[in-house]
């Protein structure tokens, strides 16, 4: 585990640098859905968090979090490949689960494709749990894994 030099929520100047990672990281192979005006439509909306993780230079991790009164959904989450294994997900996740906690949320749910073996490692470590499986839910061709993780009292 790293100190991560800064987290915080992400600004509208953010927007260009988390929509390119989500396309080369996560939805490589499946399009450009994540494109800058959609991120920027999120961190202006109060029904979702989004939050970076940065090196001093530039951005080096994602969170983009929607919530309703009771559930969270993980729609987007990723970290530079010359980062990983270094303990930044794991602290953006903490951030998040602690703010999900104070609000009083009771779950968070992420997708993830299921040949996406890293991601499905990290959210086990973290306590999520797969409730489920879509086929051909990517763009008619890739199946996704539904994961939960419950936040109630007493739950870690
Ligand atoms: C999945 C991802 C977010 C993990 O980020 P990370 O910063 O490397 O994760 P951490 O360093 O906090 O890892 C914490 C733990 O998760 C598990 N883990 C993380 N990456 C793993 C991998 N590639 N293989 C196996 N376990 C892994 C390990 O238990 C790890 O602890 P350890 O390093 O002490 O063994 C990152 O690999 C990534 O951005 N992948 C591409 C984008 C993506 O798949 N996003 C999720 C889509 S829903």
Redesign the pocket.
Known sequence: ?IAVPEIALATIADAQAIAV??RD??EHGLGWSWTPARVQHCIRDPRSNVIVARDGVGVI?FALMSYDAEHAH?L??????A???????????AWLEATLRTAGIRSAQ????AS???????????GFEQVNATQRYYRGVETALHMVKELTAGSS
């Open positions: 585990m990672l989500a990281e996560i991790g993980l987007l989450f990723g970290i530079a490949p980062w990983r294994r270094r303990g930044v997900a794991s602290a953006l996740w992420v997708e993830l494709r996406n073996l890293a991601a499905r490692a990290f959210y086990e470590r973290v």
